[in-house]
């Protein structure tokens, strides 16, 4: 049968069946598996039997839920396509909290269809997009009966937080992972109906600054003037890290960047990119900010950039309270792209921070995660096909981008198993991923499912 044909059957049987995928779909979503609470942890668990059993519904074997000291991974593989390359499908069933829950337009684990897209936390990120694999697979099983290509699952419940356990599975199993090419979708389109394959990705160090400053909260009306205040001793130190202008001020942070290609900057230049509605319709702020002299696909895609997250510490309650905190705690990131050395920055930011804490406030830096950016070569047999099978699909040219996520697995793929990921994302920019109202288009869904079939056809010819 030619591929055409058999793409042609694949797609008759997604048509078929949208119904029932929707319907898993939406019982898959309304598990509220928020990996970061603790009270959830039993939804976490049941989380991961729904995906175990959709693999095992869909054709997979080998189906095991694999404890780990904190959430659990799902594996599963399909190997009876001897001389064909194996792909490695990887994907996260944990969340994120919904919160702020006044926000949401409808409950955010009660997924609702409006004006095509369905609304649910986790659509997009990364259940929806996750379960597009499970369901290409068992497309294909069911209208030929076998697999073009070898297969092999391993889907997280800890992407949300860290994915300690599956980085420390990666490097304890190499062999059981082994593949030719990993596949995540865990991105999303440049625009609607533009197929995108991300070959570039920001690393990710986050990190947790306290600041200390008397042994006790203490009475403004006694001690002010005299004690040190942890609060406004933490903001002096923030304010320090980026300029008024937006460049990062800790010395060698900038060390080893480099720019991007001429023709890739070339060909973001030709993406249809206005500064004006990424203004209004994603950010909504009065004005963009960041480094001058970069666009802003070169800021948010190949450029480091340090965040702060949130502050915590003494009084915001209703009413008045006059103490000077003794303690106070920032979340701050820095984003890192490819050839920046973690082990620097992180040294580097120590460093700043011992340097720039003010007189009679002492810190601590604690390092809650850390991974570096990378770059997927685009001329790599497998990202060449997944470029042609998107756009066959999807009817136009595939673009390459960057991401100024992370998605700190790519990276662990690439060290311990010495494979590349193709990132084959079908969410939109708006769809609010760690926001209210978070939604995934369904139509992509469906899209999603015919295009990851299309792939494993054609990579397996």
Same mark, same amino acid.
């Given at each position: 049968?030619?591929?055409?044909? +058999?793409?042609?059957?694949?797609?008759?049987?997604?048509? /078929? #069946? %949208?119904?029932?995928?929707?319907?898993?779909?939406?019982?898959?979503?309304?598990?509220?598996?928020?990996?970061?609470?603790?009270?959830? %942890?039993?939804?976490?668990? %049941?989380?991961?039997?729904?995906?175990? =059993?959709?693999?095992?519904?869909?054709?997979?074997?080998?189906?095991?839920?694999?404890?780990?000291?904190?959430?659990?991974?799902?594996?599963?593989?399909?190997?009876?396509?001897?001389?064909?390359?194996?792909?490695?499908?990887?994907?996260?069933?944990?969340?994120?909290?919904?919160?702020?829950?006044?926000?949401?337009?409808?409950?955010?684990?009660?997924?609702?269809?409006?004006?095509?897209?369905?609304?649910?936390?986790?659509?997009?990120?990364?259940?929806?997009?996750?379960?597009?694999?499970?369901?290409?697979?068992?497309?294909?099983?069911?209208?030929?009966?076998?697999?073009?290509?070898?297969?092999?699952?391993?889907?997280?419940?800890?992407?949300?937080?860290?994915?300690?356990?599956?980085?420390?599975?990666?490097?304890?199993?190499?062999?059981?992972?082994?593949?030719?090419?990993?596949?995540?979708?865990?991105? +999303?389109?440049?625009?609607?109906?533009?197929?995108?394959?991300?070959?570039?990705?920001?690393?990710?160090?986050?990190?947790?600054?306290?600041?200390?400053?008397?042994?006790?909260?203490?009475?403004?009306?006694?001690?002010?003037? =005299?004690?040190?205040?942890?609060?406004?001793?933490?903001?002096?130190?923030?304010?320090?890290?980026? #300029?008024?202008?937006?460049?990062?001020?800790?010395?060698?942070?900038?060390?080893?960047?480099?720019?991007?290609?001429?023709?890739?900057?070339?060909?973001?230049?030709?993406?249809? *990119?206005?500064? /004006?509605? *990424?203004?209004?319709?994603?950010?909504?702020?009065?004005?963009?900010?960041?480094?001058?002299?970069?666009?802003?696909?070169?800021?948010?895609?190949?450029?480091?950039?340090?965040?702060?997250?949130?502050?915590?510490?003494?009084?915001?309650?209703?009413?008045?309270?006059?103490?000077?905190?003794?303690?106070?705690?920032?979340?701050?990131?820095? %984003?890192?792209?490819?050839?920046?050395?973690?082990?620097?920055?992180?040294?580097?930011?120590?460093?700043?921070?011992?340097?720039?804490?003010?007189?009679?406030?002492?810190?601590?830096?604690?390092?809650?995660?850390?991974?570096?950016?990378?770059?997927?070569?685009?001329?790599?047999?497998?990202?060449?096909?997944?470029?042609?099978?998107?756009?066959?699909?999807?009817?136009?040219?595939?673009?390459?981008?960057?991401?100024?996520?992370?998605?700190?697995?790519?990276?662990?793929?690439?060290?311990?198993?010495?494979?590349?990921?193709?990132?084959?994302?079908?969410?939109?920019?708006?769809?609010?991923?760690? /926001?209210?109202?978070?939604?995934?288009?369904?139509?992509?869904?469906?899209?999603?499912?015919?295009?990851?079939?299309?792939?494993?056809?054609?990579?397996?010819?």
């Amino acid at each position: 049968m030619s591929s055409a044909k +058999a793409s042609n059957k694949a797609s008759a049987y997604v048509d /078929s #069946n %949208r119904e029932r995928f929707l319907g898993e779909l939406d019982a898959y979503l309304r598990i509220p598996s928020i990996s970061t609470l603790p009270e959830h %942890r039993g939804d976490v668990e %049941r989380a991961a039997e729904f995906v175990a =059993a959709g693999l095992r519904a869909a054709g997979l074997e080998n189906v095991g839920i694999i404890a780990t000291a904190k959430h659990p991974l799902v594996y599963a593989d399909w190997l009876h396509a001897p001389g064909k390359p194996t792909v490695l499908f990887y994907g996260h069933y944990d969340v994120q909290p919904p919160d702020p829950i006044e926000s949401w337009n409808s409950p955010p684990f009660e997924p609702t269809l409006r004006d095509g897209n369905l609304y649910a936390r986790g659509s997009a990120d990364d259940k929806g997009q996750m379960y597009m694999h499970v369901k290409a697979v068992e497309t294909l099983l069911a209208v030929h009966g076998k697999l073009p290509v070898n297969v092999k699952f391993i889907v997280e419940g800890e992407e949300e937080v860290g994915g300690a356990s599956i980085a420390k599975y990666v490097v304890e199993n190499p062999e059981k992972l082994k593949g030719d090419v990993a596949l995540v979708s865990d991105t +999303a389109l440049y625009a609607e109906g533009i197929p995108t394959l991300c070959i570039g990705l920001r690393g990710l160090v986050y990190l947790e600054v306290e600041a200390s400053g008397p042994m006790r909260d203490l009475h403004s009306g006694l001690y002010g003037g =005299a004690a040190p205040n942890a609060v406004f001793g933490l903001v002096e130190l923030l304010s320090k890290l980026k #300029n008024a202008e937006g460049a990062i001020q800790i010395p060698g942070i900038y060390d080893g960047v480099a720019p991007p290609a001429p023709a890739e900057k070339r060909s973001w230049e030709s993406l249809p *990119f206005s500064e /004006s509605e *990424f203004l209004e319709k994603e950010v909504g702020s009065t004005q963009l900010t960041g480094e001058p002299g970069f666009s802003v696909l070169e800021r948010i895609w190949a450029r480091p950039t340090l965040e702060v997250h949130g502050i915590a510490g003494g009084f915001t309650g209703p009413g008045a309270k006059t103490v000077i905190p003794a303690k106070a705690t920032a979340k701050v990131s820095i %984003r890192l792209v490819p050839n920046q050395d973690v082990d620097r920055v992180v040294a580097a930011f120590r460093e700043f921070v011992e340097a720039n804490t003010p007189e009679g406030i002492r810190t601590e830096v604690r390092v809650l995660s850390a991974s570096p950016g990378l770059m997927v070569n685009p001329d790599h047999p497998a990202i060449r096909v997944a470029a042609t099978a998107f756009a066959d699909i999807l009817g136009r040219p595939t673009v390459f981008v960057r991401s100024g996520g992370s998605i700190p697995i790519v990276g662990d793929f690439a060290t311990h198993l010495g494979i590349p990921t193709v990132l084959m994302g079908f969410g939109l920019p708006d769809d609010g991923l760690h /926001s209210p109202n978070e939604k995934y288009r369904l139509e992509n869904y469906y899209l999603g499912i015919k295009t990851v079939a299309h792939f494993l056809e054609q990579y397996g010819a």
